[in-house]
C-alpha cells in the first residue's frame, strides 16, 4: 500500500492581494504564502516531507486560480522517483486558470533512479486571457554518482487542452531513444519551458511579441552552455516552447531560470523575481 498524497490550492484576487486557501491530505503541502514582489503575486513552496514518490505512491496536486490572481509555484528540491519493484508512482498535476489569472510553474528537476516506474502527468486548463510559464526538467539516474538509469520507465504527459497535448515514454532498454543522434544522444537531462496563453484571449501572443519573445531566449541560448542542444520555437499561435538537453542540471535549470526571467520582463514588464528558495 502507497501514499496517496492530495493538495488542493485555491487561489483568489482580493483587492491588491492574491490569497490563497489550501487543503492537504497525506503528504503534500506549501509552506506559508510569501509576497516577496507585493501583494499581486502570491509565492508557493510546494513540500514533500518523504522525500521521494515510490511505487504504489501518488501524489495529486489540484489548483484553481481566479480572475486577476497570480500564484508562483516551486518546490525547495528535486522530485525523486524511486526503484520499484513494480508498482507504479504516480505524480499528477492539474491547474484551471481562469480569464486574467497567471499561473508560474516551476519546480525543481525530477530525478528518474533506476528501476522506477512512474508516471508523470501535466494538465493545465487556460480560460481566455489566462496566462502561465512552467517548465519541467527530468534528469535520468544518477550520472554524478555513477548510477545510471539502466532499469525502469518514466511516462510524462504534458496538456495544454487546445493548444498542446504531449506524451512520452522513456524505456531504460530502449538504446535507439537514449544514445541514437536521432533521440536523446546521450544526454540524461531534458528539458522543456513553455508559455501559453488561452486560446481566444483579447491580447494573444501577435507576431512582433512573439518574434521580441523567441529572439530574446535564442540569445541567452547562445550565450550558455548549451547551444548545440537547445531551441526554442512557437508552435501555436498562443505557445512558445524551449527545449534543452543536457549531461547535468545545473546548466540547464541556469538557462530555464535566465529565460523564464527574460519573457516575465518582457511579456508582463515583471522583473525577474527568482523565487528565493533557488537560492539557498
Known amino acids: 500500500m502507497g501514499w496517496h ?29 510569501l509576497y516577496p514582489e507585493g501583494d499581486a503575486i ?22 484553481t486560480l481566479d480572475a486577476g490572481s497570480h500564484a508562483v509555484i ?16 504516480v505524480q ?20 528518474a533512479y533506476s528501476g522506477c516506474e512512474a508516471d508523470n502527468r501535466l494538465h493545465f486548463s487556460l480560460a481566455p486571457g489566462a496566462q502561465m510559464l512552467g517548465w519541467d ?9 555513477n548510477a545510471g538509469f ?12 487546445g493548444v498542446w497535448q504531449e506524451r512520452g515514454l522513456i524505456d531504460a532498454d530502449d538504446d535507439l531513444l537514449l544514445s541514437s543522434p536521432l533521440g536523446l544522444a546521450g544526454h540524461t537531462v531534458m528539458a522543456s519551458l513553455w508559455l501559453a496563453e488561452g486560446i481566444g484571449a483579447a491580447c ?14 535564442r540569445d541567452l541560448i547562445a550565450a550558455s552552455g548549451l547551444p548545440a542542444t537547445a531551441g526554442v520555437s512557437a508552435p501555436h ?26 519573457w516575465r520582463q518582457l511579456h508582463w514588464g515583471l522583473a525577474p523575481n527568482p523565487p528565493r528558495v533557488w537560492r539557498t
Open 137 to 145: 526538467v527530468l534528469a535520468l539516474g544518477l550520472p554524478a554518482a
Open 5 to 33: 498524497a492530495h493538495l488542493q490550492l485555491d487561489y483568489r484576487r482580493d483587492g491588491d492581494r492574491t490569497t490563497a486557501l489550501d487543503r492537504h491530505h497525506g503528504p503534500l503541502r506549501v509552506l506559508q504564502r
Open 204 to 217: 494573444p501572443l501577435d507576431r512582433p511579441r512573439t518574434e521580441a519573445l523567441l529572439d530574446a531566449a
Open 150 to 161: 539502466v532499469r525502469g520507465r518514466f511516462r510524462q504527459a504534458i496538456t495544454l487542452p
Open 74 to 89: 516551486t518546490t525547495p528540491g528535486a522530485t525523486r522517483f524511486y526503484r520499484s519493484e513494480g508498482a507504479l508512482a
Open 237 to 262: 499561435p498562443s505557445l512558445l516552447v524551449l527545449r534543452a538537453l543536457g549531461h547535468r542540471v545545473e546548466p540547464v535549470m541556469a538557462l530555464l531560470q535566465a529565460v523564464r526571467g527574460a
Open 42 to 63: 502570491c509565492h508557493h513552496v510546494l513540500v514533500h516531507p518523504p522525500g521521494g514518490i515510490v511505487g504504489g505512491d501518488t501524489l495529486d496536486l489540484h489548483a
Open 92 to 111: 499528477q498535476v492539474q491547474a484551471r486558470l481562469a480569464p486574467g489569472a497567471r499561473l508560474e510553474w516551476l519546480p525543481m528537476e525530477t530525478i
